[in-house]
Structures are given as structure tokens and as C-alpha cells.
């Protein structure tokens, strides 16, 4: 199917619905620009999602994640399995955009037609993760792609954020690049499923590997603990036991009635964070109002502390016509 | 004047008022931990607020930013003015704190009463600083510090943030760290008042000097032209001309009423993130009538999308009791 240029939002969802590339491109566009048509198509994809496996990739910069990610899309895609990569990049002004770019490794996929590679900048995010990001993958979920990873760097926020969209989240570590036993006590087993060592070629691995597994010994009783698994992302060595760990844990998600409750968290987490949105928006709409600017002079002044002008703030918002907040 | 170890709030900010410097340390970290009694402490700092200058730094990691910090601390203690450093430094899960941890170069002022140096980690933020860098800063300048120097890392959303909340800010770039002319293309100019490339002794830095001045030459008409200085933070080469332009800026900010514009801005800025935080409070209160958890279960399931999840959660909020957000 072509699309015209200027496709409306049913027909652009129909089309991706049925498998069209450039459709789910342009819908993800549409969902990044916070375009108009966001809940209309949002409306229209609700019903085609909840399928993916979701599986979320972090771990700090250097230790692999885009050979690791690549080696994992090749294994996916041997068993039969379509699959869509989002690849959070953080953005900067000195930038402008993503900052790593395109992803060289990830070129061994480009002539296939089910796999799916996108980058999301974080730039003028709510939290770590871009804000497109759970509607980007609403999109390819519905799109009919059986899994689904989302790539991040672990620095700040967005590995807290990755852990609460995957249904199985993976932490990757390289030897050589930190304590081994610090990163477990200090809460990485909290947001990892399974600890990946990457690099395992390479001196120090064994070593990585025995801190972690130690380290967890050490941990109290979860409900999941976590599993280390040794990965060489290059050569591809680990690999079919990585993925079996996947399935082990994805397997356990189900029995346990786990899957439908991270996705239930999922969704909360989602509406909040639009109602936040619809709710900043509002706020922008009564400084319309000279409200704000009024009371921002006061602090600035030093008349008035910003609790109490957030205060009068919000007792406006109350108070002002029942209209919907601007979506 | 010694504290007690549960001195009231009220004492706390008397002390701080007065210098005590454990007092002003105590008060930034009931900020950070958004103490009940925050509300009543901004209240009384309110009045004191408003005199300290505040200088962004920022850059990629690498550029040498705690060394210029710290260069810059040691100028102004030349000149008799009382400094406070807020470094911003990204925490992380894997650290459960500020990553880059104690700054080794900051050693050179600890034994100096009128330099407060403190760590701030952007965990838990809504955006790229510390939800407490505002607050904190407000304690700094009420408590009569004349400079206050805001450091941090050059990614993602920070860097904005920072430039936002500075009268005068500096972004650090150093030779072989990247194109300065793309750089500058990319939107260095939106937030840089003043381009400093420091390891100016090192090969290149010429190269990147003038890389930035021709892009600047380039750049349209500004109100303020950011100027590019050189300095080699180790040695202090060039800091009496770095800190020449920063009084030329300051002077500009005042000649053209723009300091008294960027300061309502933030103002503007800090009420809106404090309501904002009510509101966000306010949706998790309605979560305990189960209204999130039963939306949440529809978009799960697909029989409802997010946006039309969010509408309904917002009405909710706009009939509910008329009692104030939770603060």
C-alpha cells in the first residue's frame, strides 16, 4: 500500500495495522511530534496491543548494548519472530538530536523486512525515557511485532524508566568496568531480571560473572532472582543461552501472574503521566491569564515563597472553567 | 551557635540567616529530602532570596568542569566574595547516588568558611536537575552567599535546565572533544552566554577557538553575542579574562532589565515544577479510590486507550473534594 503525503490517521493506522513499514515510521513520527492525532491514533491501535514481549536493555556506556541488541534480533528473527528495536538515545542541545547516532551494528538488519530499528531522543523528556516512548511502542506492538527491545544507556533516569516498560529487563555489564559486588549492593538488582556479562572473552570476565552470582547469593528472598548469564555479543557465544534464560523468565512472569501485573503497572504509569501532561498544559494556559507571571514576580521579589504562589496556583486551577485540559 | 540535633525549622533558617554553615548544610538536606517542613522553611527564606549571582557551567564529561569550578571559586575568594557550589552530578540505580562521587578538586577550598561546596544528585528528578537545585540555590543566596556556581554534566536534559536557572552560563568544550563548529550549529548558542574552551594549552585549541568564533560570526543577530573565552583551569591561564566576561555579561543582564527577565522566568519555572509536583501527588491520592487501577486494567486489555484513561482520571480530579494537593 502507498501512502499519499498526507495521509489522515485512519488510514496511515489501517496500513500500519497491516504491516506497511513506512506506516509505522510515520506513526511513530506522528507519536514523537506529539501530533494532533496522537489520541485519535492512540484510540485506533488500543485494540491490536498487549501482544509484544517487551525486553528492556541497559547497562552503562561501553559495555556493548548495541552488539548485544543486534545479536538479539538475529536470534529472535532465526526462531520465525518479528522484531521492533527502540533505541533511546540521550539528546543534547550541543547535538540537537541523538547523540549516538546511528546505529553502525545495527545494519546487518536493514534489508530485512521484519525488523523494525528506531531511535527516540530523550530531549524534553518527563522522566529518563523519551515521552514517546510507550506510545512508539504501542505502535509497533500493534503493528504485529512479537518482541520488542528497548535499548537504553544506564545513566540517570532512563534504566529506572526501561525497567518499568519491559516485561523482562536486562542489565549488561562488561568486565573491567566497575565492581562487580557494588553495582549488586547498590540496587541493580531492584531494576535486572538477568544480569548479562558481556565481553566474557575477555580477562576479568570470571571474575565479573563469580561477584555477581555471589552477590545475589547474598540477596534476600525475591520472587525473581535474577539469573547471570555470560555473553560474548560479537562472536554470538551465550547467545541461545541468554535467550533461554529470556523464556525461562518470561515463562515465570506467566505463572506467576507477574506479566499482567508489570503490564498493569505499565499502563497506570502511562495515563499518569498524560494526565501530568494535560495538567502542565493547562497550567500554561491559565499564565494566559497573567496569573503566573503576577505571582513569579512576587517570588522573585521575595514577597512570596513558591509553595504558597504554587498554592494560589492551583486553587486557580480549580476554580477555573470545567473544560477538558488541553490534550 | 551549636544546633540541636532536631532544631525546628524556624532555628535552622535563623541560623543559616546567620552564617552558620552545618545550618545552611541541614536545610539543603531537608530540600533534598522534601521535608514537611520545606513549605514553612521556603517561607522564611523567602525574604533573604534574590541577591546572589547565579553562573551555570556545563559540558561534556571530560571538558574539565570541576577543575574550572573550582579555578573559579579560588577567583572570586580573590576578590572577597563568599562562593557556594551546587554540583549536579547524575546518580544512577547502579550507585544509588551521585555518580561522579566526591570532588577530589574542590579539596583545595574545605578548610575556607566562605566557600559551601555541595553535591546534588538529579535522582528522582522531573526534568534534568535536582528537583531540590532550585530550593537548594535558595538557601545558598539567602544565606548571603554573593556567587553561586551551578556545575553540571552536559547530558540530556540538564544542561537546558541549568542554563534556565543561571544569570550567566558557561558551557566548557575542550580541543579534541568534538567539531565546535557543529556544536555550535546545534543549538550551543540557545543556552551558552559564554563559550569558555578550557585545555587551552593542548593541541587544537586553537582549532576549536576559532571554529567557534566564525560559527558565532555566522549565527544571526542576539541580544547577547556569546563570547568565546580561552583558559586552562589547571594553571588559572585565562581566568582573569574568563572572569572579565562574566562581569560584562552580568552587566549587559542588567543594563537591558534581562537579569530581572530571566529571574521571573525562573520563578515562573519553579512554581509551575511545585505545583505540578501537587498535581502529581493529587493523582496518586485518587489512586487510592482504585479509579487508576481499573483504568489501568481497560488499556491493558486493549478496550481503552491511555488518552481517553488520562480524560477520565482528570475529571475525576476536577470533582473531587476542593481541599488543597497534597503538598
Known sequence: MRMSARADPAELTAAALAGDRRAVARLISLVEDSSAALREVSALLAPHTGRARVIGLTGAPGVGKSTSTSALVRAYRARGQRVGVLAIDPSSPFTGGALLGDRV???????????????????????????????????????????????????????????????TTLVLLAPGMGDGIQAAKAGIMEIADILVVNKADRPGADHTYRDLVGALRLAGPARWRPEVMRLDAVSGQGLPELLAAIDRHQSWLESEGA??????????????????????????????????????ARVADGSLDPYSAADTLLSQLRTASPAGPTP
Do not use: K
Open 105 to 167: 551494528r545495527m545494519v546487518e538488519h536493514t534489508g530485512d523486512p521484519d525488523v523494525f530499528v528506531r531511535s527516540l531522543a530523550t530531549r524534553g523528556n518527563l522522566g529518563g525515557l523519551s515521552w514517546a516512548t510507550p506510545q512508539a511502542l504501542r505502535v509497533l506492538d500493534a503493528a504485529g511485532f512479537d518482541v520488542v527491545l528497548v535499548e537504553t544507556v544506564g545513566v540517570g533516569q532512563a534504566e529506572v524508566d526501561v525497567a518499568a516498560l519491559a516485561d
Open 259 to 296: 506479566l499482567r501485573a508489570g503490564r498493569l503497572r505499565r499502563a497506570s504509569e502511562e495515563i499518569s503521566q498524560i494526565a501530568l501532561a494535560g495538567l502542565r498544559a493547562r497550567l500554561g494556559d491559565l499564565d494566559d491569564g497573567h496569573r503566573l507571571a503576577e505571582l513569579a
